[in-house]
């Protein structure tokens, strides 16, 4: 125990405290930008962050993973906020979305992911990066109004709403925010060329923040600054705002069950994809012990739910960033979130001269990054199996929800392994011999009910006076469907005049057919 201590504090010391603070400036601006494009109060998103932090670093059984708010749950945060209509009700569907990850995590349910076509989870978080981009357009040109969302993806395009009402946008936007905007976007892709690596030590968010807090200040010398509805608002004493959930409502609302299961089964699903990405990038190999993280994700949402904060996973760009500083314990999470219940504390003031543009320029690249075109390039190159349950993921996510769009996609791509076993479980082969139809079907090494209808049509379509084999001695498994079916046959193969000669099917007796 003394070594492991000690260990541990020689660790913080030498690499874990730089690191932490790295992650703290990578999570601090996308703490507050999330929280913005989930329709959630900015300070939601720090204690998020803190919580994360603070709670699932030392509970989580990763080194390396920092958990926080997600840019893939913003999108089913907004629209739960919006459809129960009371934020302090949003709550209990963070705190039941906390409680399923537990469940998962006892019941050893960690592989959930592994259960999930890549296609199908492409095409969710391609969908939240259409959204997120969506979202944030307004942001980045000033529009300070609240209603510019208020639906799902495709009212936007409605008569009411942000396209449809261009007097009521141009009224809000301002030339300040769109300057602050594409300085950020500018320094944003700078950060992403090649020959930046070597400014990696500094992260790009944090200079798009102070970039953005300059120029409005610029502004204010000149008397043109920003208006106090476009730049971050987080009250000085933010433990004294604190929405906390109202559980009267618990049982009176099924829409509260609906948003949280959703939201446990998303926010595990990044979870559980975090992990294994950060995990390849762990130089000293450690796996992750998945059931255990579900355990400290569950917990950390539960947190969340009670001290009214939107929903955390663990989040590659956080986990990335922490490897990259150098990282070598969950220490580094721990600190990460030590830095942002420091920063509440001590510095709101500087924090609410934060520009929201500022904000939506991350939260624009962060989702075109989810959602490039040359990922619709690649996928198409995987032949039509893998394109069209990815497509019809993206489009029904746009015209509905999230959970929606993600059962349809499973669902097509089950039809896809169902419709391949149909061909895979048997072959046939005809000749013809003498002027008389020879016909051999060998069974596979497992036939299942899914076969069950084309193996009847076969054997229905097989002509008068022909020669029949059905061969199963290679076979593992061969369902009673399918025995029962060959048994009915054997019974009316003789009125039909088929000389039929079974091989390798044992136990398969002339069943009366009424």
Known sequence: M????????????KHDLSSGLAVFFVALPLCLGIALASGAPLYTGIISGIVGGLVVGLASGSQLAVSGPAAGLTTIVAASIVSLGDYRIFLLSVIIAGLFQVVLGLLKLGTIANYFPS?????????????????????????????????????LFSSTNLLG???????????????????????LILFQRPFAKKWNVVPAPLVVVLAGIIIN???????????????????????????????SKLFTNVEIWKAGLTIGLLATLET???????DKLDRQNRITPVNRELLAQGLGNIMCGLL???????????????VDAGA??????????????????????????IPYASLSAILLVTGFNLCKPKLFKNMWSLGWRQFFPFMITILVILATDLLIGVCIGLLISIYYIISNNFKAEYKINKVRENGIDTLYIKLNSNVTFLNKVKLKKVLDDIEEYS?????????????????EIVSEYKSKAHDRHIELHLKGIEGVKVMSVH
């Open 165 to 187: 009402n261009i007097t009521n946008i141009n009224q809000h936007i301002t030339r300040k925010a769109i300057i602050i905007s594409l300085a950020s976007l500018f320094i």
């Open 217 to 247: 200040y610029g502004f204010s010398v000149a008397h043109v600054a920003l208006k106090p509805t476009q730049l971050v608002n987080i009250p000085a004493n933010i433990f004294g705002n604190i929405a906390f959930p109202d559980f």
């Open 308 to 322: 009214g904060a939107i929903p955390i996973t663990a989040v590659v760009v956080r986990g990335a960033a922490n």
């Open 328 to 353: 070598r314990t969950k220490l580094s999470a721990f600190t990460h979130g030590l830095f942002l219940l420091l920063a509440v504390l001590a510095i709101p003031m500087l924090l609410n001269k």
């Open 467 to 483: 020669v029949l084999t059905i061969d199963g001695s290679e076979s593992n498994f061969i369902d009673y469907d399918i025995l």
């Open 2 to 13: 003394r070594r492991t201590v000690k260990y541990y504090r020689l660790m913080w010391f």
């Open 119 to 155: 296609s199908v989870i492409k095409g969710m978080l391609v969908a939240i990066g259409i959204i997120l981009v969506s979202k944030q357009i307004p942001l980045a040109f000033g529009y300070d109004q609240p209603d510019f969302w208020t639906s799902g993806f495709l009212h």
């Open 272 to 278: 559980l994809l975090c992990i294994e990405a950060v």
